[in-house]
């Protein structure tokens, strides 16, 4: 608990700061993200995930170019149903569930390229992801809490339905480094969601 509480005091800070850089405006982003697994996340749930959001703020520093923060979390969860597993001599039948709490911590920046309607962006977002990972077998789960440092390159576009109002979507790259203790894990994320412009 008092992990999370630090990730969004954190993200709140990013967020407030944020305002700070911005010359010309910024954007709010606010997104529904599912999450496709790669590498040793698709190995240890091939399910992808639908439980996901976002929120993001950006603010111009130039015409083209925004600086700003984005959290996140995403939920993968599979439910294998009963199975058997054998380490050594030790064999183990049970009901075994897996679950990944991957939530992102991130400093933006974005390039956008405008045209008379449809306003789209490249960028890059660097900083943390925490992620708790469990593997549970019964009323027994092998835990996996750890930071780690990732990257995450996006690109996207935003459609105005109104005055200040958008429709915004994404394609992201998801990476949390491997660390001492745990391995990595990747994820492509789209996002669909409102953008407000302010």
Same mark, same amino acid.
């Given at each position: 608990m008092k992990k999370i509480k630090t990730i969004i005091i954190s993200a709140f800070f990013i967020f407030s700061g944020m305002t700070t850089f911005a010359q010309g405006g910024g954007i709010w982003n606010f997104q529904w993200d599912m999450g496709?697994?790669? =590498?040793?996340? @698709?190995?240890? #749930?091939?399910?992808?995930?639908f439980r996901g959001m976002s929120i993001e703020g950006r603010g111009f520093v130039t015409?083209?170019?925004? #600086?700003?923060?984005?959290? =996140?979390w995403q939920t993968f969860y599979k439910d294998y149903g009963k199975v058997t597993?054998?380490?050594?001599?030790?064999t183990i039948t049970g009901y075994n569930k897996k679950y990944i709490n991957a939530m992102p911590l991130m400093a933006t920046a974005h390039y956008y390229f405008t045209t008379s309607k449809i306003y789209s962006y490249v960028g890059l977002g660097i900083g943390t992801y925490y992620m708790d990972i469990?593997? @549970?077998?019964? #009323?027994y789960y092998i835990p996996d809490k750890y930071?780690?440092? =990732?990257?995450?390159?996006?690109?996207? !576009? +935003? !459609?105005? #339905?109104?005055?200040? +109002?958008?429709?915004?979507?994404?394609?992201?790259?998801?990476?949390? +480094?491997k660390t001492k203790n745990s391995e990595s894990q990747s994820w492509i994320g789209i996002g669909l969601g409102l953008s407000y412009t302010f």
């Open positions: 496709f697994g790669t =590498g040793n996340t @698709q190995n240890f #749930i091939s399910a992808p995930s015409e083209h170019i925004t #600086i700003g923060g984005r959290f =996140g597993r054998t380490h050594g001599t030790q469990r593997d @549970q077998m019964g #009323i930071w780690h440092f =990732g990257l995450s390159p996006d690109i996207g !576009v +935003v !459609v105005p #339905i109104g005055h200040n +109002v958008g429709l915004t979507g994404n394609i992201r790259y998801n990476y949390a +480094v």
